[in-house]
Structure formats: structure tokens, C-alpha cells
């Protein structure tokens, strides 16, 4: 993020992401209006809407961008392909943790006044770049038998998932211990305990019981 | 948190139902003896399913209770000593990101082959296979914030321990100290390295008794790497069936190797729990040294002048020797002090016969049992109970723990062993 590190010459979408996100930085806020981010990059506004339609846009892609980095990053590990669905989801957060120490201050600033289900536009993009992993991840759990297949139900899996990950990222943020061992902990207690629960039939049983017993209630229900 | 609140109303329950038992019993001694006992067996299965949830500071906190029989009943005691077999594992990707943020590096960066399951669990991390160039490693990494979590997890169960062991704060503050100063050594593992590379370089001309090589250079705060060492845990060889030739021998190299600590280094491994060894080729073998204890050569002179002869039935000279080790200090009554020197003197008598002996046979049963059992009633003593003030220095706690450590393990072995007194205190070498 840092743009004081000498690097190649920058594309022109690259400067803009980059001015952008500086600016976020900078200022507490996303750049007024993209004028200002051509005045500063000394570029036309054509220039600027051959590469993203809107403002929201260049937000939008930066964010996909450092998922689907993350994703890479960890899914090109040596190990990745022999690794379960767990192993898999816990090396991603693991190395989403250690990512996190280089932006930390961006991430607070960015996700520590949203709530956990609260997805701005900005998100959108990311979100989608996570779901694609997580529903690939899944079916390999799936596969293997790790991952109960439980019908359409499996489809809201990845969005579980993506829940799962906001609160991991909100609680470090949150975390004050050193070299954020707790988030570790976290990660390791939260993720076993979903993937018990992806696995066993706990669930199946509680919403055979559930089926069993609403029409029953309803009907009771009715008859007052 | 919510494990320990559990168990403080499981252990409730418990006492409910034993209140309720002697209401029916009608108050028979011999049925209240029994109740009584159940009913400890009861509680202490219901702490140490609470405990075994937790890992770091509570797990060890047990652990540390439980080798000393005289502060626990019985029955509690008996089920921490499971403690040591049982923690949840460290999943394989976390392994990776604590070599990444200590070495830079993935474990299959360093080595050619490395195990994705523990092969098996320590107190605060796990111990995983490796192997390179053709050796195995014992590669053991610690769980993450153990050092931090111990502190808070100290905190919140000494109350809840106090209250259900029935202790009293004041009693075993010094206690709780001592054992947090030593539980926080422990997480350092580049202390333990040293301390290990120390004491198995001094040890190495024992008899019968082998270590690990260690591994500087794959080591690191949170990793601790070693020669892979197959073997028998030390329990399963007792209990198996070696012919009592082989128990002599494990049990002598045992007790040379704390004898060499204790008296020649005054630095000695104060974990002397059978998972730390192995017996390998016929030889014993010492795997951990998380948890060692140095004493000073003053407070050790003043703790071991009590294996001197002189000192048996000589109230006089026992009298002194407390006040040396401020065990009876000078608030004492005249009553009290007679007391703690009866006490003492029993003590002596039991705990000295090994050195009086010879030749000892650690297998009588009826030693380890006079042991547990004087324990037992001192436990119960009200005139101990009621006594007031610090006794004793805490580092008298790791000198205890590997004495009774030592003891049991070695009357798990039923081995015959040759003792001696350390040479200050043969007669005629007064010191």
C-alpha cells in the first residue's frame, strides 16, 4: 500500500488505485470526487473512466484484488493440494492473519466501524472472490466426506464461511496479545468447531427434530 | 471460563448428593468413610473433565497438584495424573505459520519429511516426526499465546482450586508463585534448550542413562528440535513385564541421574513425570527438560542436612535444622513446636529409609502406601490447618516433587537400588 518503495513504472489503473487508497489513508475517507484523483495524478478524467466506471469501482477492485492475492498466495503452497478442506481453510486464515500485520491500520480503519453482517458496496467484489474459493473448498471437503452434504442447504455453506472469516478479521482487531497469538486461537477453536458441525449429524438430527415438531406447534398454535 | 463455572456447580451437585447420602445413612462412620471417598472420586473425575478442556495453565497447574499427594486428596490426585496424557492438537497449518513467523520458513523448508499429525502431545505444545538427511527429529511446538493465556488462566482457577481443595489462600500463596515462576520457564523454549544441552553434557558419564541430541540451529522461541528417540514410555516398561534385573537397572540409572542433579549440580529436571522418559535399548532416556528448578548451595545444604543420621532422634539437632529452613518459626508455641517436631521426625524416619538402607527395594508397597497414608493425615490434621504463617522456603516445592516424583516412579518399577548418602554427610565427613 505503501507507495514509497520504488517499484516499475506504475500502470495508469495502478496509479489510480494507489492514489486512492492513499487518499482513503490519508484523510479518513474515500477520495471527494474523481476529479481530485486526477488532479493529483495529473491525468485526464478520460484516463480515469477508460479504467473504472466510478469511484466505488477502484475501491471495489482493490479489495478483490487482495482476497484473490491472499487466495493465490496460499492455494500454490507446496503442501495445498494434499492438504483437507480444514487444513485448507485454516492456511488461509493463517496467512490472511500474517497479512494482516502489513495492513492492519487499513483494516481497522475500513472494517472496525462496520459490523460484523453489515457488507458495504465496497465489499462485493471480495465477497464474491471469497465465495468461489470457499464453494471449492467446500466440494473438496464434500468429496472426502469431511463436509456433510446436506442438499441446497450446502449452498449457503460458503456464505457461513464468509461470515466466519469477518468475525475472525474483527476479532483481530480486537486482539491485544502479542504477536496476535489469540487470533491464532481463535482461528484453531472457531474452525474445528465449524467443521464439526459441517461433518456430524447434530445438525441433520436437530432439523429432522425441528421439521417433526413445527407443523405440530403451528398446529397447536392455530387451535388458541 | 464457562468449563470452570461447570465444574464448580457440578462439584456442588456432588456435595449435594453426599450431604443427602449421610442424611439416609444415619451417620454410621464407616458408611461416612466410604461416602466420603466416593464422593472425592466423584468431584475430582468432574475437575479434571473441566481441566482436561483447558490447555496451558490449568493443565499444567493440575499436573503440578497432582505429583504432590499431600496437597491433594487422594482421589483428586488420581485423576490429574491423566491430565499429562490428554490435549487437543495443534492443526498442522498453525505448525506452519509459527515456523514461517520464528524461522522464515515452512517446515518442509527445513526439513525432508515432517509429520502432519503430532506423534504426541506435551503439557503446552506437541511433538511432531521429521526427518532429514537420513536422521529423525523430535520437532515439539508450543501452543500459540500459551505464555501470555497462563498468567490469566493462574488467575482464574487458583481461587476456584482453593475453594474446592478445601485450601487455604494464605498456605499456598508462596505455592502458587513458585509454581507460576516455573510454568513461565517452561514456555521459554530457548531456555530449555540450554538447560538442556547443560544438564545432558554434565550427565553424560551416568551409567545406563542417554539423551537426545539437540538442535540449536532448528530451534527457536516456539520450536524446539531433538534426535528422535524410540523407546518405551517409562510407565508402559514398568507395567509390562521386564524381568527384575531390567527394573534395577532403569531404577539405578534413575536415581544416580537425580542424585548427580540434586547434590553435584543443585540444578535438577523437576518433572518427574513417566511420559519424560523413555527406555530405549536398554537404557533410560531423558526427553524433557521444560521444567527444571536450581537451588542455591545454601538452601541446598540447609534442605539436606535432614538425611543426616545424627539428626534421627535427636529432637534437639532436628529442632535446629527446622528453624534453619524456617520451618518452625518464632511465633511458634511451645505445643506447636513439639508438634512440628514429632511431625518431622515421622517424616524423616519414612522419607530417609531409602539412604538408611543400603540396598532399597522401592517394589514393598507398604513403602509407598506409609507414604500416601501419612500424607493422608496430615492433609486431615486440624492442628496443621490451623497453624499460621509461611513454613519452609517455596523452593522446597520442585525438591519435594522430584523426591515423591522419583519415589513413586521408581515404586512403579519395583526396582532395587543402591543408595548412598551424598559424601558431606557420611560420618565422619561433617561438614
Known sequence: ?224 | MAALGGTGAKVGINYLKYYGRRALAGGSDSSLERHSRELDEENASAIYNAFSKLKGGPLKLAQMLSIDRNLLPRAYADQFVQAQYSVPPLSYPLVVKTFRRDFGKEPLDLFESFGREAAHGASIGQVHKASLKGKSYAVKVQYPGVAESLKSDLRVVKPIALRVLGLRENDVDQYFREVEARLLEETDYSLELERSMHLSVSSSHLENIRFPKYYPELSSRHVLSMEWIDGQQLDLFADGNPSQSERDLIGQALWDFYSHQVHDLNLFHADPHPGNFLVSEGRLCVLDFGCTKQITHEFYRKQFRFLDPNLQGNPILLEEALRDLEVIITSDTKKEISQIISLCGTWLELLGRPFRAGTFDFGDPGFLKAIYDLGEENRKADYLRTMKGQRGSPDTIYVNRAFFGLYSLLGRLRSRVKVSLPEWLKPGNNA
Open chain 1, 1 to 224: 500500500m505503501k507507495s514509497t518503495t520504488k517499484r516499475r513504472k506504475e500502470t495508469t489503473r495502478e496509479q489510480i488505485i494507489h492514489s486512492y487508497m492513499d487518499q482513503l489513508q490519508e484523510n479518513g475517507h474515500s477520495p471527494v470526487s474523481v476529479r481530485r484523483v486526477c488532479q493529483e495524478l495529473n491525468i485526464s478524467e478520460e484516463a480515469f473512466y477508460k479504467e473504472f466506471p466510478s469511484l466505488d469501482a477502484v475501491e471495489k477492485h482493490f479489495w478483490k484484488t487482495w482476497m484473490e492475492k491472499l487466495i493465490k498466495a496460499v492455494s500454490t503452497g507446496k503442501e495445498w493440494k494434499s492438504f483437507t478442506a480444514k487444513q485448507q481453510y485454516l492456511a488461509f486464515l493463517f496467512a490472511f492473519s500474517e497479512e494482516g500485520l502489513k495492513c492492519r491500520s487499513l483494516l481497522e480503519q475500513r472494517f472496525g466501524k462496520i459490523t460484523l453482517l453489515c457488507n458495504p458496496s465496497w465489499l462485493d467484489a471480495l465477497k464474491n472472490s471469497f465465495k468461489d474459493f470457499a464453494a471449492e473448498l467446500i466440494s473438496h471437503g464434500m468429496e472426502s466426506g469431511e463436509i456433510a452434504s446436506r442438499g441446497p442447504l450446502g449452498s449457503f455453506y460458503p456464505e457461513l464461511l464468509y461470515i466466519h472469516w469477518r468475525s475472525v478479521l474483527e476479532y483481530f482487531l480486537k486482539d491485544e496479545s502479542q504477536g496476535f497469538e489469540h487470533t491464532d486461537a481463535f482461528v484453531e477453536k472457531t474452525v474445528e468447531f465449524a467443521f464439526d458441525l459441517l461433518r456430524t449429524q447434530a445438525i441433520d438430527s436437530a432439523t429432522d427434530l425441528v421439521r417433526f415438531l413445527l407443523p405440530k406447534i403451528v398446529h397447536f398454535g392455530s387451535k388458541h
